[in-house]
Structures are given as C-alpha cells and as structure tokens.
C-alpha cells in the first residue's frame, strides 16, 4: 500500500510546546548491553543500524511526527529535531475506561487500546475516535504494548505485546486494522516482562521492555515472524511503577517515562549506547506512536 500525501501526517509546529529545557547528558557506556545471562547464552548487543533510505513513496518524511496520548485522553505531537508538543485535541472515545498504549500507521491513523480491552481508531488530525470490532482479551492478550512494522509490499502490520503485570509476557501477535482479526506469533523466546513496541520501515521490531520491582529496562530487537529476541541492550531509564512509551525516529529511540503526573522524555542512541534526557512533559504519556515513513 502506498504512502500517498499521507495528509494527516502535518509539518511540526513550534507553538504550544509544553516543554522544559533540555536536560544534562548522560552517558551509559558501562551498562552491560545484553540480559543477565550466562557468558555462552548472552544475546548479543543490538547492532549498529544500516543507512536505511527513506522509501520513496514517503517524500515528507522529514515531517514526520511521533503522536503520544496522556492518561487523560489528550492527543500531541512531538517533534524530536526540535523536541516539541503541540496539543491536537481530547481524545473522545466511547468508553469510560482510558488509554493503555497506541501505535500509529503509515498513513498517519492511531489505534488505542484502552485498559479494558477495547480498540479504538484516533484521527492525529483531530483527535477523532471511533470504535472498532476487535474482540478484547484474545488468547488473554486483555492490554497490550503496539507498534507497527514495514511490510516488503510497502505497508505495515501491527504487532502487539502482552501486557499484564503479573509475570512474564504471553508474548506476540499482530492485529489486521482491516478485518480486525487477531494472529498469535509465539512466545518471546528469551521471555520478556511488560513490554511496548515499536518498528521502521524497513520491517525491524524492537520492544522496549520494564521488570517487575525494580528499575532499568530492556531494549530487545524482535524476530517478528517468530517472537524470538535476536539482540538486546539494557537500559539504565525506567523504573517498575513507570507509565511508559517509546518510538522510533531518525535513528534514535525516544523513550517517554512516568512515575508520576510528569513524563521524562529519554534519547536513546543504539550506536553509542548513550542515554540522554532531552525534555520534561506536564502530563503522563502512556502511549506514543509514529509511521514507519519516519527517518531511518
């Protein structure tokens, strides 16, 4: 499927930026970059990206935003060359439960699912949210983490991670947004905790991941087609109680945080393996999302 104009996808604007002055930055380099394994069953660190080019049906791609939605429905966009938000709208959907995560397509359409199960389609022009006829808690997966991956046919697929607090994922699947019909992967393979995700366009997955009690975080690159991790490094962002989401854009990761009402927003660099907090955010983001027409 084509990109197209991908209209909903605006240029960033500078006004409304809820934002502190960037934070010191802080480099990591001697976390250890792999689980807490055996020195002969150590996944290795996720490796240096390859100069991906910007697909050609994605001329703006410059342009491209991360959209993140707070724990009180609201919608911005964040615009990391310039580290901005910009409100989009209140996010209205029919359910009187609130977010738990959100991904972003191609074309620039969010979907939601809420703590009760449910998916819903938000527009990141305005804030627009219809329902949707996805069954919750299939295969148990009740809430879950979402992130889209490129498909070699130029269009994506959404991948989802289990998301209970209890133990360990249930692991993978992925949700078609046409027919809304639910595909179970696999079990990640090491086992992975509470986890979201995110993708590129050229069809990589990667799932950043909390622990349970404690802080620090796993950020693991996915198999998608079997839910095997195949690289992970850890983090020393994040913490168990944290709301959390994460996106990927221009070669970096950025990680939004919450333990309370205020999100920390983290660049992560997987070549230098440094961590650096960009910006503060007066609201807890629980979800974020961006196409996979976004810089490589």
Request: hydrophobic share 40%.
């Amino acid at each position: 499927m084509a990109c197209g104009a991908r209209s909903e996808l605006f240029a960033p604007e500078e006004t409304d930026a809820e934002i502190d002055a960037p934070l010191d930055v802080v480099h990591h380099d001697a976390v250890p970059d792999v689980f807490d394994a055996s020195e002969e069953d150590a996944l290795p660190p996720i490796d240096a990206f390859p100069d991906v080019p910007v697909p050609t049906d994605c001329p703006d791609a410059g342009s491209t935003l991360v959209y993140v939605i707070s724990d009180d429905n609201e919608l911005y966009s964040f615009y990391p060359p310039t580290l901005a938000f910009t409100a989009i709208g209140t996010v209205s959907c029919p359910s009187k439960s609130s977010p738990f995560s959100m991904a972003v397509n191609r074309l620039g359409v969010a979907y939601s699912v809420f703590q009760d199960g449910n998916l819903f389609k938000i527009s990141t022009a305005n804030a627009t949210c219809t329902a949707t006829t996805f069954v919750p808690n299939q295969d148990g997966f009740l809430t879950f983490g979402m992130g889209y991956a490129g498909q070699p046919d130029g269009g994506d697929t959404l991948y989802v991670a289990e998301g209970h607090y209890t133990g360990d994922s249930k692991g993978l699947a992925s949700i078609d947004t046409t027919s809304f019909a639910f595909s179970f992967i696999g079990a990640f393979t090491p086992p992975l905790t509470q986890c979201e995700l995110t993708g590129t366009g050229d069809g990589r997955l990667f799932a950043f991941c909390l622990p349970f009690g404690t802080t620090g975080s796993t950020l693991a690159e996915i198999d998608p087609t079997n839910a095997n991790v195949i690289a992970a490094n850890t983090l020393m962002v994040g913490s168990s109680a944290d709301s959390f989401a994460y996106a990927f854009w221009g070669g970096d990761f950025w990680i939004f945080t919450a333990p309370a009402s205020t999100t920390t927003v983290t660049q992560y660099d997987p070549v230098t393996k440094s961590e650096t907090s960009v910006a503060t955010f007066g609201k807890a983001i629980v979800g974020a999302g961006v196409s996979t027409c976004a810089p490589q």
